[in-house]
């Protein structure tokens, strides 16, 4: 469905089938690294899982904080819907230091990021986790580099999402975030491996939702009159470069807008999309 009109959308199939065969085998690629890696991943796979068993997932959160307790909170809460309610599933949860972290990214040391974040996902495998996804979309401007340096398989939220918006039927979608995230190029290159274009606001708007997003989102703090300018800035883009809807890409984004905010326009809540995506491997080996 495109364009939040709920009205199903004929896909272009061998572009689609492409794309999601590339992102399987890209995932396939995932190879633990090391002995012991591997080794944890034999035990794990399916052939070796008692039937009902999950898999673990290990989540890199605090950047930021009340980004991280939103997938928790719908991480639980969407297994036991899935899944009938009768059981609670294993989390692994890293809390990094989201200044270091951000200090890295704005000083454009992204050797030294990935190395920190590849470090911090070898905690989550030592603690026993089979997969790690990183809570928040500012670091997966190094998610290449950190899945071929971590020993355990990685899911990416910029993928997930642009896999999600070609299964809908977009083709141009407006995308907010932190200026690393907006400027960083990743999502645009994902997107484009998908057909689908990616607009930004202007200089203006972003330096605008910048600062809110680090100055008060991440804090924690949340304002009318500022949801009201993003709503604004969204109309703006629709109106101007024919957008059909919105990536929400920063985690605390979807704890400022909803769809109810942008009637007409499709919401594309980027921590939603990854929680199905990690519920989908939990359970895969049940497939």
Do not use: C, W
């Not at 689609?16 to 590339?22: E, I, P």
């Not at 607009?199 to 203006?204: D, G, K, M, N």
């Not at 969204?234 to 905010?261: F, K, N, W």
């Amino acid at each position: 469905m495109a364009r939040g009109t709920g009205t199903p959308v004929e896909m272009p199939r061998v572009r689609r089938a492409v794309f999601l065969v590339q992102n399987g085998m890209r995932r396939m690629r995932e190879g633990p690294g090391t002995a012991e890696g591997l080794q944890h991943a034999l035990q794990r796979r399916p052939g070796n899982m008692k039937k009902g068993d999950v898999m673990v997932p290990g989540i890199i959160g605090g950047i930021g904080p009340e980004s991280t307790i939103d997938y928790y909170r719908l991480l639980i809460a969407r297994f036991r819907e899935r899944t009938g309610g009768a059981d609670y599933p294993p989390v692994l949860v890293n809390s990094i230091d989201m200044t270091a972290m951000l200090a890295l990214v704005a000083a454009g040391n992204l050797d030294a990021l990935a190395a920190y974040l590849a470090a911090e996902t070898d905690r989550l495998n030592a603690a026993g986790a089979d997969f790690v996804v990183m809570a928040s979309n500012t670091p997966h401007i190094v998610f290449d580099e950190v899945r071929r340096r971590a020993r355990v398989p990685m899911l990416s939220i910029v993928e997930e999402t642009a896999g999600h918006a070609l299964s809908q039927g977009y083709t141009k979608l407006g995308l907010f975030g932190t200026r690393f995230t907006m400027q960083g190029g990743f999502y645009q290159a994902a997107f484009e491996e998908a057909g689908i274009a990616i607009v930004t606001p202007s200089a203006e708007e972003q330096e605008f939702i910048h600062e809110k997003y680090m100055g008060e989102f991440v804090k924690g703090i949340f304002r009318d009159e500022v949801k009201s300018a993003l709503v604004a800035t969204a109309g703006r883009m629709r109106a101007d470069s024919g957008i059909e809807g919105l990536i929400l890409g920063g985690t605390e984004l979807p704890l400022v807008l909803g769809p109810a905010d942008l009637p007409g326009m499709g919401v594309l809540n980027t921590t939603a999309i990854h929680v199905e995506a990690m519920i989908d491997r939990m359970l895969s080996h049940n497939a």
